[in-house]
């Protein structure tokens, strides 16, 4: 048996022994730097971080305060592959080991965020992010599906929204695991079970928020395969409002949290109400105007048929048929009138009309305008004559005819050219002569030019 010690000072109290760690970690230990993985980030209203660093085999409880984390030129977040600069210390109020940070470096993103990052990539190449792939939520659902843990608060936070909000509503649980290696293929598998019973009209797929460890089997691709192929609309609320996972992007419809999902799928019963309300209040005054409306239309009806009845009918067509009488009397008499007017001028139209006296005109006119284009004919006649007396001798007297009958002759070559001077004229040339009475030809023996003073 283990000797107790009985002296108090051998003994230390919870508090003196943090604070005897705390010291050999402060001065045994100055700044050190330290690669990891960042993962449960948290960020205090204070405005300090607190975050732990984890690798393969290990992980490192870490803040940092605002004056610090002030200098940092990125905005840090789970998954991300960080160098961290600082202190090892600890938080004596719950004996926790820590590091606190003065300084971090971006080296990269983590492992997990790496295969999140390929796992989307290639789901968008495939297409199940796809709008054209996304249904449509009904707007009434009898029965809604809770895809969730059974015993996780997240649960409750939907129940809660949905009983307040639409109460009719049947609700199913399909429990599932949300956490660790057997949730992907328990979330996948109850989607399936969902899609295969058909008893609901959209289904919920939702947890809590966390780190990306605890949402990973969200972002799994058995997980994305199955909210895809499911005939039933999904509404997925995973984790908090800065929560994205894969099956966020391919549900039909992505809710920042599972109370904010529970809203989208159920309608507000006390909107509801207050909308029926209005309906009613609306339809009693549609059908108080309605029947007011009915009411006149019927006393209009009751007049009508007053003023349709055969009494007062027989007496207006009675007196329809007198006014029609006289105004026929009155017609005809205006008829006959107009007509023997007519009559009397279209006779005295015929009389002026008559062929007879048209004949006669027309042979006066005849015979004057044969008169007067014989005499224009004939003094038309008579001026040609003259005319022609005067043209022709006029011709007579410059006709080359009569000058050769007074003994003249035209001299001409062989080729019709006129022969007028000595020059144009060679001894042996063949010529033709011609006289008033015909052509003879010649031959020149001899050519004697005259002088001019001989001419003269």
Known sequence: MEQIPMALDEVYSVSDLNSEVKWLLDTQFGSVWVEGEISNLMRARTGHMYFSLKDSRSQLRCAMFRNDNRRVQFTPADGQKVLVRGRLGIYEQRGDYQLIADRMTEVGLGALQQKFEATKK???????????????????????????????????????????????????????????????????????????????????????????????????????????????????????????????????????????????????QNELQQTMAALHRRMLRILRQTTEDKVHTLQQLVRRLHNQHPSQRLQQRTQRCDELDLRLQRTMQLSVSGAQSSLSNLQLRLRNLSPQREIARRRERTDLLHNMLMQNLSAQLDAAKSRLSSNYRALQTISPLNTLARGYAIVQTPQGEIITTTGQLQENQQIEVRVSDGHAGATVNRIDPVKKTEVQ
Not at 153 to 164: E, H, M, S
Not at 207 to 229: I, K, Q
């Open 122 to 268: 290639r789901l968008h190449a495939e297409g199940l992010f796809d709008d054209s792939h996304k249904q449509p939520l009904p707007a009434f659902p009898k029965r809604i599906g809770l895809v969730t843990s059974p015993t996780g608060a997240a649960l409750q936070d939907a129940l809660n929204v949905l009983r307040r909000r639409f109460r009719c509503a049947e609700l199913i649980v399909y429990p599932v695991t949300v956490q660790g290696k057997q949730a992907a293929p328990s979330i996948a598998n109850m989607l399936q079970i969902a899609n295969q019973r058909k008893e609901c009209d959209v289904l919920i797929l939702m947890r809590g928020g966390g780190s990306l460890e605890d949402l990973w089997a969200f972002n799994e691709e058995p997980v994305a395969r199955a909210v895809f192929a499911s005939s039933l609309p999904i509404i997925c609320g995973v984790g908090h409002e800065i929560d994205f996972t894969i099956a966020d992007l391919v549900a039909d419809v992505r809710a920042p949290t599972p109370s904010a999902a529970a809203e989208l799928a159920s309608p507000d």
